[in-house]
């Protein structure tokens, strides 16, 4: 057999270290591949703001690490494509919650499943809000000032609520001006010569200063005035005719026992049926679970209302009610990039940012 020349054997030993090189660096995609997915199926996740439900607390545009472990991982729910949300439809895998090394703690901002999305648990889309009621607090909502157990919430320097400002006669207030000062015009009444503001704390206390201003109060609906979609929101149903008043109302826990009757059922009613699988029939003043009569329920495990930051920009448990510990994904623990959704500029100030 001829022996190889020097040019084939060169283009031999080149192939050789290409194959190699390729193969080198296929096996280090495929292990970094498995190991980014192995941190985001039990660790840690990413997460962005997609809207100004939390602001000014958090931006749209902020980028997210969420903790798995502080409120204990889930064991895979379903099967799907790594790194998207394409989930086989309708499957959901037998599942375990790991422990984690805290509870929720009222207060705590929380990264969980929608609990109304018609979808298994781990294919829903991931909501962010803050748990201003945990299981056996007692909320009610008067007049839009939310109360825990009796007493009113403290209210956070990042709150942002909606107030009826009134300027003085003839006066037209600055778009610009409002904005420099933090708050954000949501609606014009020019005919009323009444504008809608946005306001945090700190915001408010600015414009309280403008001479300009006859009047700056807080914005609550009418009792009155009925903005419930009963075809979405069944926790709503004979909570009030808007979220500004809530009646009072026990969060539910593991191990909490709560009475059936006309005034409870609608609370608890989608919880009973749809979280904790159970049938659930009223006949008249009468309750039947599962075919068998029922003067009261004990729940399987715990809940907690959910509210955004931005109080009159989000959609919360105020519409749908309570979300459920299986639901919970995890605590977000630090901002590691923004950007200004509006001018496309990074918020570097905001980077690292640590999230409470």
């Known amino acids: 057999m001829a022996k190889p020349s020097r040019t084939q054997a060169r283009q031999r030993a080149t192939s050789s270290k290409a194959k190699s090189w390729a193969k080198e660096w296929l096996d280090a995609i495929i292990w970094a591949a498995t190991v980014a997915l192995i941190v985001r199926t039990f660790f840690f996740e990413a997460y962005r703001i997609p809207t100004p439900s939390m602001e000014r607390t958090l931006l749209t545009g902020d980028f997210l690490i969420v903790s798995k ?7 895979p729910m379903t099967l799907g494509i790594p790194f998207t949300d ?4 309708g499957l959901e895998l037998p599942w375990v919650r790991v422990p984690g090394w805290q509870d929720i703690q009222r207060n705590d901002i929380v990264v969980f499943n929608y609990p109304i999305d018609q979808k298994v648990t781990a294919a829903k889309t991931n909501y962010i809000k803050r748990a201003v009621a945990v299981p056996g607090d007692t909320l009610e909502i008067r007049d839009k000032i939310v109360y825990i157990n009796g007493e009113r919430e403290v209210h956070r320097k990042t709150y942002e609520q909606v107030y009826t400002v009134i300027p003085r006669e003839r ?46 109060e807080l914005y609550v609906r ?55 699988a159970n049938s659930v029939e009223r006949r008249g003043a009468e309750f039947f679970i599962n075919g068998e009569a029922a003067t009261s329920y004990t729940f399987k495990q715990d809940y907690y209302f959910m509210m955004g930051d931005n109080r009159d920009n989000s959609e919360d448990s105020r519409m749908w009610g309570f979300v459920p510990h299986d639901h919970v994904i995890g605590k977000p623990a630090i901002i590691y990039f923004s950007i200004d959704m509006k001018r496309y500029v990074p918020r570097l100030g905001r980077i690292f940012n640590l999230i409470n």
């Open 171 to 216: 006066v037209r207030l600055s778009e610009a001006k409002v904005t420099l000062a933090g708050g954000e015009i949501r609606q014009a009444d020019v005919q009323n010569n009444a504008y809608y503001i946005s306001l945090t704390e700190e915001a408010l206390a600015q414009l309280r200063t403008w001479p300009e201003l006859a009047s700056i």
């Open 69 to 75: 472990l502080n409120y204990g991982l889930r064991t």
């Open 222 to 276: 009418p009792q009155q005035v009925n903005d419930y979609d009963g075809s979405r929101f069944d926790f709503r149903r004979g909570m009030g005719s808007n979220h500004d008043h809530i009646a009072e109302l026990v969060i539910p826990g593991k191990g909490i026992t709560v009475s059936l009757n006309p005034a409870t059922y609608p609370v608890y009613r989608y919880v009973i049926e749809r979280y904790e």
């Open 86 to 89: 394409i989930h086989v439809p």
